[in-house]
């Protein structure tokens, strides 16, 4: 009976027949006692994203448009090279990647608002780069901008996230739907969608919509203030494609929102975790060709309390298997493989900015169950795992902290 209360279970039987139930973690209290120290080691102005290179130094973005190298006694030293960037709320440089080639040819991957031409647009971008490290002195060289939405326009929710298949041969780029609601729905912009692009942002081969092409122009509306407003919302300039739109062959899957988190479970499962609105915030298991339900449903409301429809009403959508209300505001998502807390292999771990709390989730298959997260004081932007099995941590501020955790 306890567990039925709970919500940690992920069907309850009604006679003989089971029926799937969503998991709302949001209700659950913060787990006590947590089972690691934190150290501060280094200081960032609104630390985004950590890759790690595979002598345990790391590279961390600033939103506000810089790049660190870092040592893991907190020496920094500043990456030249970074492209221009809009820095402004939510936009910036977010996410870098190192490249599955990284220990041959020292490439990695950049994702970033890139500006528009006129003030306060903007789009996601990315970009690889060869990372060249020198006595003091650490660049980014032949830097080029191998996929980016060419759709200008204001709103934030760019999204930002890779993962690189399992096979390490595709690349999985999240592009939020920049608060404008309705372009998760269309097909012919990548603005709410998982894209699945080849490691130079081509199209890759075996998407659901492979070889197709879609509208020639499209058109472009100013952020709304509720999914409703976004229906009749004023077009403020058509966008005409330069050549083929070639969004609906980079789509694997649409109806997202504010996809933060991407990565895949050892298992070769990939797993996406999102922004909902007043509430709402999902963890998706992402299979090809479906769609995920922004902004025609959410287990939440408009931030203006106007309804949305619940997912319940919508069997051809699909569902997250958990969700969050009140919400964490996830910053990203990873998988633990690592020897230093050997419990925690095969888990999941999300970041909560509003939670203010580390987040493990237990995933078996497809179904994930929340287990236990420890408040930490601060906002916490993201979670990686360094070389020798430690976890770090960012804090979303803009004197971010850079901690390491490891066990008590």
Known sequence: MQLLKSGLIPWLLLGATPVVAQINAGTLAPTPSPPFKLTKVAQFDL?????????????????????????????????????????????GLLGVYLSPSYSSDGAIYLTYSEPGQERGTSSLALARATLKIGAGTASLEDLKVIWHDPIKGKGGQVGAAVAFSPDQKFLFLTAGDRQRFTPAQDPNQPAGKILRLTLDGKPAPGNPMEGKTGARSVPVIDPP????????????RTYVFDGPNLTPSEIWSSGHRTPYGLAFAP?????????????????????????YGWPLVSYAVNYDGVPIASPDTRPDLAKPVIYWTPVLAPGNLMFYSGAMFPKWKGSAFATGLVSRALHRIEVHGAIATPAEHWTVGF??????????????????DREGGLYRLTPK
Request: net charge negative.
């Open 47 to 91: 630390p985004w994203r950590i890759a790690f290179l595979p002598d345990g130094r790391m590279l961390i973005t600033e939103k506000i448009g810089k790049l660190f190298l870092a040592t893991q006694s907190g020496q920094k030293l500043e990456v030249t090279g970074v492209p221009p960037v809009l820095y402004e709320n939510q936009n």
């Open 379 to 396: 906002r916490v932007r993201a979670v990686e795992q360094a070389p020798d099995g430690a976890l770090w941590l960012i804090e979303d």
């Open 267 to 291: 298992d070769g499962r990939l797993w996406e975790l999102e922004h909902g609105p007043r509430g709402g915030d999902e963890l998706n298991l992402i299979e090809p060709g479906k769609n």
């Open 225 to 236: 203030r509720d999914t409703e407003a976004a229906k009749t919302a004023p077009v403020v």
